[in-house]
């Protein structure tokens, strides 16, 4: 419990409460709408309704925004715990230091990805004259509301869980090599480097040919191998060590808070390139912007990644 | 240029595709833990094929290597006697489990519990602790053996290296 007199750790969770009773208030406006909504009726209630649910939508909108935000700031305050938990030397320790703190983050990956999906939709039912997308947007806050309310208990099990006693690993321990080759699919690091710009030339093609579905599948497998990437390649050269292995570590003062940047561009390129599949799948409309954003933020990703490897053999003379 | 993409695609993604299955094809997962040895007889390691189940590194070298089976056949393999004493120690089938070591001296399989020891062999984890099959001065039997590891008075400690090895 002592956790919880760390400033970032209270500010975080009083965010995620205010947040979460907003969501509270916004889930019950939505269910009222959804149950009694009649765009073709011209009663008072209907009047009323519809006045509501302009101030539901304005306070989704605000939660939904400033949920975005505070995934930087999970991964800010984790980071700034592993001064206080022994054994830890970044977020990597921190995140592990109990069973709920990798599913934390997980989850808080996948809802910033629905999240970004309903703001996509919101604006699109807001441009349109007849709102098409009213119902659907609703519905689709409700399925993540869930997911919020899955989040908010997570959030509070992983923060009263965690010991400012115990010993946690760092992640030179939980990354390091263990025997067996710890990247996937058995591939040597030559492999996934390959397979990384082969997949992101890939995106790039699909993009130019709008093809939503392959772009779908192709850009969760370039956010599974660029992650692999990071850990494995560039951010030994983030680093400038062969032996540190960590997703985490970047995101500190010492590089230049570059991991907020890296991460960032990634999951903005995988976000914008699955998202079209998605819209289709929800609203039968996609939004031919976003696949010139996923090879925005795809290309600077990559390009970023890849400056570390170059100016590291320009300075040095030598690979790592 | 419209006409190329397609094909272009297709090219990546059976790139891809094939990279990914010819790595997978290879896969050889290291071995931690064999399991039906029910006659408990010592199985032979393949260098860089096997893990230690204590330090966890490869077994690249089997000059020291030693072997636990269980009562129900599970073996489990070691670089290093130290790695095998630490954590036999905490097994409730410690005292039942058979003990083989590799004895330098006749390169054969031996019986741990009945094996001699140096204390300043050149291990891989530098406890020092190296087995043999024939007695001669200075050697130690199992047990000393094993509280010397579990005290820690082994070579990994400076002032047991410096008293033995003299540096």
Same mark, same amino acid.
């Given at each position: 419990?002592?956790?919880?007199?760390?400033?970032?750790?209270?500010? /975080?969770?009083?965010?995620? @409460?205010?947040? !979460?009773? &907003?969501?509270?208030? +916004? $889930? =019950?406006?939505?269910?009222? *709408? %959804?149950?009694?909504?009649? /765009?073709?009726?011209?009663? @008072?209630?209907? !009047?009323? &309704?519809?006045?509501? +649910? $302009? =101030?539901?939508?304005?306070? *989704? %909108?605000?939660?939904?925004?400033?949920?975005?935000?505070?995934?930087?700031?999970?991964?800010?305050?984790?980071?700034?715990?592993?001064?206080?938990?022994?054994?830890?030397?970044?977020?990597?320790?921190?995140?592990?230091?109990?069973?709920?703190?990798?599913?934390?983050?997980?989850?808080?990956?996948?809802?910033?990805?629905?999240?970004?999906?309903?703001?996509?939709?919101?604006?699109?039912?807001?441009?349109?004259?007849?709102?098409?997308?009213?119902?659907?947007?609703?519905?689709?806050?409700?399925?993540?509301?869930?997911?919020?309310?899955?989040?908010?208990?997570?959030?509070?099990?992983?923060?009263?869980?965690?010991?400012?006693?115990?010993?946690?690993?760092?992640?030179?321990?939980?990354?390091?090599?263990?025997?067996?080759?710890?990247?996937?699919?058995?591939?040597?690091?030559?492999?996934?480097?390959?397979?990384?710009?082969?997949?992101?030339?890939?995106?790039?093609?699909?993009?130019?040919?709008?093809?939503?579905?392959?772009?779908?599948?192709?850009?969760?497998?370039?956010?599974?191998?660029?992650?692999?990437?990071?850990?494995?390649?560039?951010?030994?050269?983030?680093?400038?060590?062969?032996?540190?292995?960590?997703?985490?570590?970047?995101?500190?003062?010492?590089?230049?808070?570059?991991?907020?940047?890296?991460?960032?561009?990634?999951?903005?390129?995988?976000?914008?390139?699955?998202?079209?599949?998605?819209?289709?799948?929800?609203?039968?409309?996609?939004?031919?912007?976003?696949?010139?954003?996923?090879?925005?933020?795809?290309?600077?990703?990559?390009?970023?990644?890849?400056?570390?490897?170059?100016?590291?053999?320009?300075?040095?003379?030598?690979?790592? | 240029?419209?006409?190329?993409?397609?094909?272009?695609?297709?090219?990546?993604?059976?790139?891809?595709?094939?990279?990914?299955?010819?790595?997978?094809?290879?896969?050889?997962?290291?071995?931690?833990?064999?399991?039906?040895?029910?006659?408990?007889?010592?199985?032979?390691?393949?260098?860089?094929?096997?893990?230690?189940?204590?330090?966890?590194?490869?077994?690249?070298?089997?000059?020291?290597?030693?072997?636990?089976?269980?009562?129900?056949?599970?073996?489990?393999?070691?670089?290093?006697?130290?790695?095998?004493?630490?954590?036999?120690?905490?097994?409730?089938?410690?005292?039942?489990?058979?003990?083989?070591?590799?004895?330098?001296?006749?390169?054969?399989?031996?019986?741990?519990?009945?094996?001699?020891?140096?204390?300043?062999?050149?291990?891989?984890?530098?406890?020092?602790?190296?087995?043999?099959?024939?007695?001669?001065?200075?050697?130690?039997?199992?047990?000393?053996?094993?509280?010397?590891?579990?005290?820690?008075?082994?070579?990994?400690?400076?002032?047991?290296?410096?008293?033995?090895?003299?540096?």
């Amino acid at each position: 419990m002592d956790i919880f007199l760390s400033n970032q750790v209270l500010v /975080f969770l009083f965010s995620e @409460t205010i947040l !979460y009773l &907003l969501s509270i208030i +916004a $889930f =019950l406006g939505a269910v009222q *709408i %959804l149950k009694s909504w009649d /765009f073709n009726a011209t009663t @008072t209630r209907q !009047y009323t &309704l519809e006045k509501r +649910a $302009f =101030l539901i939508v304005t306070i *989704i %909108l605000f939660t939904l925004t400033l949920k975005i935000l505070l995934l930087p700031y999970f991964a800010y305050t984790i980071d700034k715990l592993s001064l206080l938990i022994p054994g830890a030397m970044c977020g990597a320790g921190v995140i592990s230091a109990n069973a709920y703190g990798n599913p934390l983050l997980f989850l808080k990956i996948i809802i910033l990805f629905f999240i970004g999906i309903w703001l996509i939709i919101n604006r699109q039912d807001q441009n349109a004259i007849d709102y098409p997308y009213f119902k659907i947007k609703f519905w689709f806050y409700l399925f993540i509301f869930v997911f919020l309310s899955v989040e908010y208990i997570l959030d509070i099990a992983y923060f009263s869980h965690i010991s400012t006693s115990d010993v946690v690993q760092c992640c030179s321990a939980i990354f390091g090599i263990s025997g067996n080759n710890p990247i996937p699919f058995n591939l040597t690091v030559e492999m996934l480097l390959i397979i990384f710009y082969l997949l992101y030339l890939l995106t790039i093609l699909l993009c130019a040919q709008k093809r939503a579905l392959l772009l779908f599948v192709v850009s969760l497998l370039f956010l599974y191998i660029g992650y692999e990437s990071i850990v494995h390649f560039f951010g030994t050269y983030i680093y400038q060590l062969p032996t540190h292995k960590c997703p985490f570590c970047m995101l500190q003062k010492e590089y230049y808070y570059v991991g907020y940047l890296i991460w960032g561009t990634l999951f903005l390129g995988v976000f914008f390139g699955i998202a079209n599949f998605v819209l289709k799948f929800l609203i039968s409309h996609e939004d031919p912007r976003l696949y010139r954003l996923t090879m925005l933020f795809n290309t600077i990703f990559v390009i970023l990644c890849s400056t570390y490897v170059v100016v590291y053999y320009i300075k040095n003379g030598v690979w790592l | 240029m419209k006409k190329l993409m397609p094909v272009l695609t297709i090219i990546l993604i059976a790139a891809v595709a094939a990279i990914i299955f010819i790595s997978l094809s290879k896969k050889e997962d290291m071995i931690t833990i064999q399991k039906g040895n029910i006659q408990k007889l010592p199985l032979p390691i393949e260098p860089s094929h096997v893990n230690d189940t204590e330090c966890k590194m490869v077994i690249t070298d089997t000059t020291h290597a030693c072997e636990v089976v269980a009562p129900n056949g599970n073996t489990w393999f070691f670089d290093d006697p130290g790695c095998m004493i630490k954590w036999l120690e905490d097994k409730p089938f410690k005292d039942k489990a058979v003990l083989w070591v590799k004895a330098f001296d006749s390169g054969k399989w031996i019986d741990a519990r009945k094996a001699w020891y140096t204390q300043s062999d050149k291990t891989p984890m530098h406890y020092g602790f190296g087995a043999r099959e024939v007695k001669k001065e200075g050697y130690i039997d199992f047990n000393e053996m094993r509280l010397k590891m579990l005290r820690g008075e082994n070579l990994t400690d400076p002032r047991v290296r410096k008293k033995l090895l003299g540096y």
